[in-house]
């Protein structure tokens, strides 16, 4: 990799580093904790790992975190995994979501979007009522601390209610987007053994209606620990029968009471598929994530009470949780719910104008998809009051900056950011005091020692290595559900080096302090930042009889697209036809959801398996990707090596 010079595309103004919180931090945090005031980002980054007790501290105090129990220490233990953060410490992560309600109560704390495109707000104070009128039900249902309360519903209004209720009263909140189908769903809710379920009878997406009481109706019978099924009927449709009506639990006029829970008490549950085995449920807790997303978003993303905050996601999916953060820095968030591309291309860009968000966040995908369709977007929107545009999911390519920088305004900070649901947060990416280079993401966050390293642990500069972070975060998971003695927790993250987070990804960190991500390094699919584990693909598609064994593959594009083709070993005397394409498409999409249908499917001899019967996954992902075989793979640990020749002749075709 080049480690020459380029000129950045973006250099903040002064009078933006001047006014970004960023700047105010580090010159209070200077006064009152020997933060450096010279050296900008890099010293205070320096700082920020080399004193992590006092960096936490101070992010406390800055954003004037209310504990109503003190804590002992900031790190009563610093080893991954297992580091305990402010231990003694009480607090709860709804109430400081809502404090804006006390001195803007007439504002929109929520702006929801439908495929109208036309905003509606909800106050602060309206927002505060719901939330305070849902949680007195929650405790009437008997919902006590530590209770899981899920969510099958899109990214409306009532999703945002239900989990500020939930952590309102102590309870843990998961949720999933209600295109998952019944089977995605049970896999992950049955896990934790939810209460109660909030569950709409459907959802519009694409100018369609579509019906999902059938599937509620499977989810209600497969959940025996369900005491309570609360209905939104986002289509209009009548209760079923023994369900609670959304309306009756938001109608009162109450104060809500927030249960003050330890900093480490679980707030929600996040999944992240591996290559095996279940989605791991990932706990995160209500104190590590409130500092973490203060710091974050306050420091790194800038917002305040001025800024509109547009994030499009779904709430199956990490950014969600973390666009509904941004009500911590009293910010008005932006819910949208539809189609990414619907009724055009431009369809982000016209909420971003008309909703006055001032950061907007979207995928890598739906950048290079706006460049290739030719949309205008400062010509078509007024996109004036955008001061950043985010994109995650996947790296930023070259050609996407280009197209922000362009067709945006040359002025625009682009803020190219990379994290995983495992934190929560970003491990690099938004600096607003930085400048901005081609391809490469700002920085590592504060208090994050994010390092690139080789094989044997040995920290690499301008070269490519694995992704660690060597000190505790504290929205790293306090556990995985049901794994009782941690070892899989242990295996996900700190088996290859011990005590030392390693995330999956290959980057860079450039001589600058930037950083690059060149996609997994591990078999994970990661399709628009939606992680998703090929077990659940194998077991839908081998239910179907003429499939013998199948393995798939995603590749990350040098253009930021994504290449997931599903290779399928058939049964003797079973043909890869039309009719069978399409059942093979239409039994994912049903069991798993629209995102995990392949991109291609194609007919292979075979599918090559370690000497242990492992599928080798990684190998045949490095040989698509035009590594030599010899390097792809260790051919003596392979059961047919023979096989290896026919993805290899593939790979040599594409290229």
């Not at 660690?468 to 998971?477: Q, R």
């Amino acid at each position: 990799m080049s480690t020459s010079n380029p000129s950045p595309l973006w250099q903040p103004t002064e009078e933006r580093i001047a006014q970004a919180q960023i700047t105010k931090f580090q010159t209070w945090a200077a006064e009152r904790h020997g933060a450096p005031a010279e050296g900008g980002y890099a010293a205070l980054h320096r700082w920020s790992v080399d004193e992590l007790d006092t960096f936490w501290k101070a992010v406390t105090e800055w954003f004037d975190v209310r504990f109503s129990t003190p804590y002992a220490r900031v790190l009563g233990d610093r080893s991954m995994p297992g580091a305990e953060w402010f231990p003694g410490a009480t607090l709860n992560y709804a109430e400081h979501a809502l404090r804006a309600a006390g001195t803007r109560s007439d504002e929109p704390a929520l702006l929801y979007v439908d495929e109208t495109h036309e905003p509606t707000p909800i106050s602060w104070s309206e927002l505060r009522r719901q939330v305070g009128s849902l949680a007195a039900e929650l405790r009437v249902l008997g919902v006590r601390p530590g209770d899981r309360v899920c969510g099958y519903v899109p990214n409306v209004p009532q999703a945002v209610i239900a989990l500020l209720a939930t952590a309102a009263v102590g309870g843990v909140w998961t949720s999933c987007a209600p295109d998952f189908g019944a089977r995605s769903v049970l896999d992950r809710f049955q896990q934790v053994e939810p209460v109660v379920l909030f569950t709409v009878d459907g959802y519009r997406y694409g100018g369609k209606e579509h019906d999902r009481r059938d599937t509620v109706a499977e989810l209600r019978r497969e959940l025996p620990t369900l005491r309570a099924v609360v209905h939104i009927p986002l289509l209009g449709t009548e209760s079923p029968q023994g369900a609670l009506e959304w309306s009756a639990l938001t109608s009162a006029d109450v104060e809500p009471v927030f249960e003050q829970v330890p900093f480490d008490h679980p707030l929600w549950v996040l999944y992240s598929s591996g290559t095996t085995g279940l989605p791991k449920a990932i706990v995160q807790s209500q104190g590590g994530i409130l500092v973490e997303h203060l710091k974050q978003l306050g420091l790194h993303c800038d917002l305040g009470p001025e800024d509109r905050f547009f994030w499009y996601t779904s709430t199956g999916w990490m950014m969600w949780n973390f666009l509904v953060s941004g009500l911590l820095t009293g910010t008005t968030i932006v819910l949208y719910d539809g189609s990414p591309g619907y009724p055009d291309t431009g369809a982000q860009w016209r909420i971003a104008e008309r909703t006055g968000a001032t950061l907007f966040g979207t995928s890598a995908a739906y950048v290079m998809a706006c460049r290739k369709a030719g949309v205008r977007a400062s010509h078509d929107f007024d996109l004036s009051r955008v001061q950043c545009v985010a994109t995650t999911g996947s790296p930023l390519p070259p050609d996407g900056f280009r197209y922000l920088h362009d067709e945006v305004r040359d002025d625009l900070w682009i803020a190219s950011v990379s994290g995983g649901t495992d934190v929560c947060s970003c491990f690099a990416g938004a600096v607003p005091t930085l400048p901005v280079y081609i391809g490469e993401l700002q920085a590592a966050g504060l208090g994050t020692d994010l390092q690139s390293w080789d094989p044997s642990g040995k920290p690499l500069t301008d070269e490519v290595g694995e992704l660690v972070v060597t000190n505790p975060m504290p929205s790293m998971p306090i556990r995985f559900w049901n794994d009782p003695d941690g070892s899989r927790y242990h295996d996900s993250y700190f088996d290859t080096y011990p005590g030392v987070w390693r995330h999956g990804d290959w980057i860079t960190v450039t001589s600058r302090g930037s950083v690059l991500i060149h996609g997994r390094s591990d078999s994970t699919l990661n399709r628009q930042g939606v992680r998703m584990g090929s077990a659940d693909i194998y077991e839908a598609v081998e239910r179907l009889p003429e499939i013998k064994e199948s393995l798939v593959i995603g590749i990350e594009q040098p253009d930021g697209g994504y290449w997931m083709p599903l290779f399928v070993h058939l049964a003797p005397g079973a043909a890869l036809d039309e009719a069978l394409l399409t059942r093979i498409k239409q039994t994912i999409r049903e069991q798993l959801s629209p995102r995990h249908v392949p991109d291609e499917v194609i007919e292979v001899p075979g599918v090559p398996h370690t000497l242990t019967g492992k599928r080798i996954e990684v190998p045949i992902k490095r040989l698509l990707q035009g590594t030599s075989l010899e390097k792809a793979v260790n051919l003596g640990s392979v059961d047919n090596v023979e096989l290896l020749r026919f993805y290899e002749d593939l790979a040599q075709k594409r290229a």
